[in-house]
C-alpha cells in the first residue's frame, strides 16, 4: 500500500479513535448528570398522566350516573305514556256506548216518552172535561193555572228538540272518539321512540362503563410504572455506560491500528519486537 494513504488511514483511525473516546466519555457523564433530571421529567409525565386518567375517570363516572338518572327518568315517562296510551284504549269503548245511547237507546226512549205523555194527555184532557163540568157546583174542586192535558203537552212538546241534539253530540262523540284514536296512535309511537331512545341510552352507558374499566387498568398500568420508575431509569443508564465503555474499548483498538499504520509502535510491540539477546533492532520505523 502506497505509504502516504497508509498515513492519511492512520491519521484518520486515530482522529476517529480520539473523537470516540471523547463522544464515549462525555456519553458516561452525561447519562450519570442528567439521569437525576430525566427521572424527574419522566416522573412528573407519568404523575400528569395519572391526573389526567384520575379526571377522565370522574367524569366518566360522573357521566354514568347523569345516564342511569336519565334512563330512569324516561322509564317512568314510558310508564306514564303507555298508561296514558291505555286509559284511550280503555275510553274508546265507552264513547262507543255513548255513540249508541245517543244514537239509538235515547230517540227510542223520548219518542216512547213523547207518545206515553200524548196518551196521557189525551185522557188528561178528558179528566180535565170532567172536572171542569164539577166545578159547577164548586169553583174551588179544580182550578188550575194550568190544566193537566196542557201541561202534558208542553212536556212533550219540549221533548221535540231532545232527537236532533242527540244527533249532534253523537256526531261530536263521534269526532272525539276520532280524535282519541289519532292521539292513542301518536302516544304509542311516543311509547316507542322512548323505548328506542332508552336502547340508546342503554348502549351508551355500557360504553361508559368499557372505558371506564380501561382508564382503571391504564390508572393501575401508570402507578406501576410510577413506582418503578426510578428502577427503569438506572436501569437504562447502566445499559447505556456499558455500551459507551465497550466504545472506548473499541475506539482503543481503531486508535492502536492508526498508529500502526502510521509505523508507530506501542510498547507491548517495542518489546515483542527486541532480539533475544535484549538489544533493540538496528532499523525503526519513527513518525
Not at 90 to 104: F, N, R, V, W
Request: glycine share 4%; charged share 15%; no cysteine.
Amino acid at each position: 500500500m502506497n505509504k502516504t494513504l497508509k498515513r492519511v488511514i492512520g491519521i484518520t483511525l486515530i482522529l476517529a479513535a480520539i473523537g470516540g473516546l471523547i463522544f464515549s466519555v462525555f456519553g458516561v457523564i452525561a447519562t450519570w448528570s442528567l439521569k437525576p433530571q430525566v427521572t424527574e421529567t419522566l416522573m412528573n409525565g407519568v404523575a400528569l398522566a395519572n391526573s389526567t386518567l384520575e379526571t377522565t375517570s370522574q367524569g366518566l363516572d360522573l357521566a354514568r350516573v347523569s345516564l342511569e338518572i336519565a334512563i330512569s327518568s324516561i322509564n317512568t315517562l314510558n310508564k306514564t305514556v303507555e298508561a296514558t296510551a291505555a286509559a284511550f284504549e280503555t275510553t274508546s269503548p265507552m264513547l262507543d256506548s255513548i255513540i249508541t245511547l245517543a244514537q239509538e237507546d235515547l230517540p227510542i226512549s223520548i219518542t216512547g216518552a213523547q207518545n206515553a205523555l200524548d196518551s196521557a194527555g189525551q185522557s188528561a184532557e178528558i179528566i180535565d172535561s170532567v172536572l171542569s163540568a164539577l166545578t159547577i157546583f164548586n169553583r174551588n174542586l179544580y182550578n188550575p193555572e194550568v190544566p193537566m192535558h196542557v201541561a202534558l203537552q208542553q212536556v212533550s212538546d219540549s221533548l221535540d228538540n231532545l232527537p236532533e241534539t242527540f244527533a249532534i253530540m253523537e256526531t261530536s262523540m263521534r269526532n272525539a272518539k276520532g280524535n282519541m284514536e289519532t292521539i292513542q296512535t301518536e302516544i304509542s309511537q311516543i311509547a316507542t321512540d322512548i323505548e328506542n331512545i332508552t336502547s340508546s341510552l342503554e348502549e351508551f352507558d355500557k360504553v361508559i362503563s368499557q372505558y371506564l374499566d380501561l382508564v382503571e387498568d391504564l390508572q393501575k398500568k401508570f402507578s406501576k410504572l410510577e413506582n418503578n420508575l426510578p428502577a427503569y431509569v438506572n436501569l437504562t443508564a447502566v445499559v447505556i455506560t456499558i455500551f459507551l465503555l465497550w466504545m472506548i474499548v473499541a475506539q482503543l483498538g481503531l486508535f492502536t491500528q492508526g498508529l500502526d499504520l502510521l509505523g508507530i509502535k506501542t510498547v507491548e510491540q517495542t518489546t515483542s519486537e527486541e532480539e533475544p539477546d535484549g538489544s533493540t533492532p538496528t532499523k525503526q520505523n519513527e513518525l
